[in-house]
């Protein structure tokens, strides 16, 4: 096929291609900023208890914070405070080490990009006019715009010739959602706030959209509060999370691991599921593990599994082999080595062991200070 007169072929290359990222990084100028909150709360007018009570916590720059907790918790409150859609009741929240307070509400606006479930297109603008809303508020030149207009699309995996006149009712969900990160990306902010953004997308595409987005933020490492009620949601997209309880109290800020390792309460424990030693294996790819030497007789017959895919994976098929162990293959079909059941387990046991090592360290750091 001769594609030397579309513009696709001109341009830089379209969705992220793993290889591809660090080329395409080093293209793309981006911010990100420390976001602190300090001892928030908010009491909504007429309500006795607090939406959100005392919360603190610091998300470090072009990190992903997940924020989870059960309806009602507090999640979407606490989002409406960070960009003051909402006054806050006390406390104090610091984006790039300023109060943003003191900052004039429209103009922070503008510097923080929202994503929400609803997208909130504006149906009567096309694809491209959408994306342009926040340059456009800052005044850009029309041609700084356009070319942000087509880079964005390229970065969403859209054919920008194709895509920039559509309308969103033109639109499946969630290629709708891919506009809206899209929009809330323009004027590249320090911030994004995504509150549920693929909550209403169906599960096969909701764990597309998840893998794009991971693939967006390698490249744009933007700070993202990310909302969700979905544990699974938050330990797949998050490098930390918030887990809330009612009142919008914290129940555990950790990372992924540690929340499934150590959850600090019954609650927290609960709200993790059951399953969390399963959950913790997703953690973790088969190419991270040590693995044992190929055997040329057994690996003939045996089932294969990607070096990126996670243990959990591997273990549903060493499962589904009736125990036997599985090769493990780099990208061009290379046999890397044998995972077996045993290796798994020799993995949980070391991983239990570092973190039992951690904790002791850190309550031995704790005492000194005690006693210092
Ligand atoms: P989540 O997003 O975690 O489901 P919300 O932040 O929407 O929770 O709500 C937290 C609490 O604050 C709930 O009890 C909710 O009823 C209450 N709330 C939310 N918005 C308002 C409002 N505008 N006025 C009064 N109460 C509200
Ligand atoms: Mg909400």
């Given at each position: 096929m001769d594609t030397s007169h579309t513009a696709h072929n001109e341009g830089?290359?379209?969705?992220?291609k793993p290889g591809e990222q660090g080329s395409k990084a080093a293209q793309l100028e981006s911010k990100a900023a420390e976001l602190e909150l300090q001892r928030v709360s908010k009491r909504y007018d007429?309500?006795?208890?607090?939406?959100?009570?005392d919360l603190s916590f610091t998300v470090p720059a072009g990190e992903v914070c997940v924020l989870v907790g059960?309806?009602?918790?507090g999640k979407t409150t606490a989002m409406r405070l960070i960009n003051r859609m909402i006054s806050i009741t006390s406390g104090d929240i610091l984006l790039g080490g300023s109060s943003v307070l003191e900052r004039d509400a429209r103009e922070l606006r503008r510097e923080i990009g929202y994503v929400i479930q609803q997208t909130g297109l504006f149906p009567h603008q096309t694809v491209g006019e959408n994306i342009a809303t926040v340059p456009g508020l800052l005044g850009w030149p029309k041609q700084r715009i356009a070319d942000r207009v087509h880079e964005l699309l390229e970065l969403i995996g859209f054919d920008p010739e194709e895509m920039a006149g559509r309308y969103p009712a033109q639109l499946s969900g969630g290629q709708r959602q891919r506009v809206g990160v899209a929009r809330a990306l323009a004027a590249d902010p320090p911030l994004m706030l995504m509150d549920e953004p693929f909550g209403a997308i169906d599960p096969i595409n909701r764990a597309r959209l998840q893998d794009e987005f991971l693939a967006l933020q390698r490249m744009v490492k933007k700070t993202i509060v990310f909302v969700t009620h979905d544990i699974d949601e938050a330990i797949k997209m998050g490098d930390r999370i918030v887990i809330l309880r009612d009142g919008g109290q914290l129940a555990q800020y950790d990372t992924p691991r540690e929340i499934l390792i150590h959850p600090a309460d019954d609650f927290v424990a609960q709200f993790v599921g059951a399953d969390r030693g399963i959950k913790r294996?997703?953690?973790?790819?088969?190419?991270e593990l040590k693995l044992a030497a190929p055997e040329s007789v057994t690996q003939a017959q045996a089932a294969t599994v990607p070096a990126q895919a996670s243990v959990k994976d591997a273990l549903s098929a060493i499962l589904t082999a009736g125990g036997e162990a599985v090769s493990v293959v780099d990208p061009d079909g290379r046999v890397l080595g044998m995972l077996t059941l045993g290796l798994i387990e020799q993995m949980l046991v070391a991983e239990t062991a570092q973190a039992a090592h951690e904790a002791s360290v850190e309550a031995a750091a704790c005492s000194s200070e005690v006693s210092a």
């Open positions: 830089p290359s379209a969705f992220a007429g309500q006795r208890e607090p939406a959100i009570g059960p309806s009602g918790s294996l997703s953690l973790t790819t088969v190419g």
